[in-house]
């Protein structure tokens, strides 16, 4: 990872912008599929925190619950998203960010049971 200096002011919150965005792109995206697992015990501890506080909040416990748990969820992809941008690191910098930046790894051509016989591949 590369850490980035500009000296143009403008060019550099437009950058940190633009970093910001996609960062938050980004770990939204890799919560949603890497977190997935954990919706169960999301859910879980959701419902047994919206049942708990029925007694306390009748007309809005369910409401409470849900927004305190997504709003947290919100604040912790735009403080990662902060923090990285903040730091200098970029997207594009990252490795393991290939597919957001639309450069793709070279794969080897699938060889299949036929192709010896139809194929006009030249083997080494």
Same mark, same amino acid.
């Given at each position: 990872?590369?850490?980035?200096?500009?000296?143009?002011?403008?060019?550099?919150?437009?950058?940190?912008?633009?970093?910001?965005?996609?960062?938050?792109?980004?770990?939204?995206?890799? +919560?949603? *599929?890497?977190?997935?697992?954990?919706?169960?015990?999301?859910?879980? *501890?959701?419902?047994?925190?919206?049942?708990?506080?029925?007694?306390?909040?009748?007309? +809005?416990?369910?409401?409470?619950?849900?927004?305190? *748990?997504?709003?947290?969820?919100?604040?912790?992809?735009?403080?990662?998203?902060?923090?990285?941008?903040?730091?200098? *690191?970029?997207?594009?910098?990252?490795?393991?960010?290939?597919?957001?930046?639309?450069?793709?790894?070279?794969?080897?051509?699938?060889?299949?049971?036929?192709?010896?016989?139809?194929?006009?591949?030249?083997?080494?």
């Amino acid at each position: 990872m590369v850490i980035t200096q500009d000296t143009n002011p403008t060019h550099g919150s437009l950058t940190r912008t633009r970093s910001f965005l996609v960062w938050s792109f980004t770990l939204t995206v890799c +919560s949603l *599929v890497v977190g997935f697992p954990m919706l169960v015990l999301v859910a879980t *501890v959701t419902a047994l925190a919206a049942i708990i506080l029925q007694s306390l909040l009748p007309m +809005s416990a369910v409401f409470v619950v849900v927004g305190s *748990v997504v709003g947290f969820h919100v604040l912790g992809i735009f403080f990662g998203a902060a923090l990285l941008t903040a730091k200098g *690191v970029h997207p594009e910098d990252v490795s393991w960010l290939h597919w957001l930046h639309g450069k793709t790894l070279e794969r080897t051509q699938p060889l299949y049971a036929a192709c010896p016989l139809t194929c006009d591949i030249v083997h080494s």
